[in-house]
């Protein structure tokens, strides 16, 4: 399967302020996705981004809170705009494997994000 | 209501028990069924894959989907420590890149 890294791993921000978080794939993927997983809850899925296309983000989610770049088949970022407090939450990428399950998707570690 | 119910344990198991762990759902056009185990603070595996219902074994993990019941299960087999994690259950109503809808996860310890 893809090996997928990010970053900041963790990072603890101010209220107001923006994160980029960055995801890189070893290999060329088409569909790239980006996640939320606050405490106690489900992973939300929040948008997905293809490469040279806009992004498709899900209810609950726009692009002026969370812009994404897709500038190629490795490589995507999201940007956490204007944080608050309640933006704390474990952001995720993940790829869609086309090595072997077409039907499903890989995750990367995760960035943890904590603001104050 | 939401979409997929997962029992947030925690769940506590010696080891060498057997540990099922389930989901319903109430969706039933979800058709590609999902298991991910997450340790702490790491992403979520890919554990199992399922299409459709039907049971689908690998090594000491079993996979059970009944789409007439909207519910799923995942069995592990003479539990180790090393399987104390975070399992999620994932579904999808197409393959592809479509949308995953997960439970909460089930917090799993195995104890010695």
């Known amino acids: 399967s893809a090996v997928i890294s990010q970053k900041p791993s963790r990072d603890i921000c101010q209220r107001g302020t923006s994160l980029t978080i960055q995801c890189q794939v070893d290999s060329q993927v088409t569909m790239m996705f980006w996640y939320r997983q606050q405490p106690g809850q489900s992973l939300t899925l929040i948008a997905t981004?293809?490469?040279?296309?806009?992004?498709?983000?899900e209810s609950g989610f726009v692009i002026d809170k969370f812009p994404i770049s897709r500038p190629n088949l490795t490589f995507s970022t999201l940007t956490v705009s204007n944080m608050s407090p309640e933006d704390s939450s474990i952001y995720l990428c993940?790829?869609?494997?086309?090595?072997?399950?077409?039907?499903?998707?890989?995750f990367g570690p995760g960035t943890r994000l904590l603001v104050l | 209501q939401k979409e997929v119910e997962q029992d947030p344990g925690p769940l506590s198991v010696p080891e060498g028990a057997i540990v099922s762990l389930n989901c319903t759902y109430s969706n039933s056009a979800f058709q590609y069924f999902m298991w991910y185990r997450q340790y702490s603070r790491k992403g979520p595996e890919l554990l199992m894959y399922t299409y459709s219902s039907g049971n689908k074994e690998d090594g000491r993990f079993t996979a059970q989907v009944d789409k007439s019941s909207k519910y799923i299960s995942l069995f592990i087999r003479d539990s180790q420590p090393s399987d104390s994690a975070t399992y999620l259950c994932a579904m999808s109503v197409t393959g592809g890149g479509n949308k995953l809808t997960f439970g909460t996860g089930t917090q799993l310890k195995v104890e010695l």
């Open positions: 993940s790829v869609e494997d086309n090595d072997r399950f077409q039907e499903t998707q890989y």
């Open positions: 981004a293809n490469q040279g296309s806009e992004a498709t983000y």
